[in-house]
């Protein structure tokens, strides 16, 4: 055997070895990224018990398989350790759909749950879609159902109608509302289905 072909050959082994690794460690990166990850997400546990923080200006996204699903600001945040929460100040969220259309949520006040990023808001609570606008009191986002339920009574109102129920939960993936008890309305004549 030549001492070229030698040289030649482990060179090729090295290079071979050397793109395992970075493959490897692209495919890390990626697993990583597709998990959500968020270098931040640990900084409630790392807060020793008593320890307050306050922020302003809270900017915080909820991603699930690399694909942002939601973003919520607020003007103001109290991370409460002990519990794993955040209380948050004139609170909005945006929802991003499938389709590419986004729902707006405001509120005055609200609690983060930041281990699962369920959220409860309260005070003047507007969801927007489209030309429709519900208002109530308070509603209940949960993170994993991505749902929101209010459990009070809830204004459903758009240009050729206005409903009114006991409570509602509407369904971010299927788009989908329903109502229960007291359900009554308005619906304009002009109204196409």
């Known amino acids: 055997m030549k001492k070229g072909g030698f040289f030649a050959g482990r060179l090729r082994s090295v290079i071979f070895a050397v793109m395992l690794l970075a493959l490897g460690a692209l495919a890390a990166v990626y697993a990583v990224y ?4 968020d270098p931040g997400a640990d900084l409630m546990k790392k807060m ?3 320890t307050s923080l306050s922020i302003e200006n809270l900017r915080h996204t909820a991603a699930r ?6 973003e919520l600001t607020a003007a103001a945040a109290r991370m409460i350790p002990e519990k794993n929460t955040a209380a948050l100040d004139d609170v909005s969220v945006v929802f991003y759909m499938d389709d590419g259309s986004r729902v707006h949520l405001t509120a005055d006040s609200g609690i983060l ?7 409860t808001v309260s005070g003047n609570v507007i969801v927007r879609r489209d030309e429709y606008r519900l208002t109530t009191e308070t509603i ?3 993170h994993r159902a991505r749902t929101l339920a ?4 809830v204004t459903i109102s758009g240009d050729a109608l206005v409903l009114k129920a006991d409570t509602a939960v509407f369904d971010l993936d299927t788009r989908k509302l329903l109502f229960e008890g007291g359900v009554h309305g308005a619906i304009d004549q002009k109204l196409e289905l």
Request: charged share 25%; no cysteine; glycine share 14%.
């Open 34 to 37: 597709r998990a959500g990850f």
């Open 48 to 50: 020793p018990a008593g």
């Open 65 to 70: 398989h690399g694909r942002t699903e939601w």
């Open 113 to 119: 749950e930041t281990g699962t990023n369920d959220l």
């Open 140 to 142: 209940h986002y949960r």
């Open 150 to 153: 209010a459990e009070n009574p």
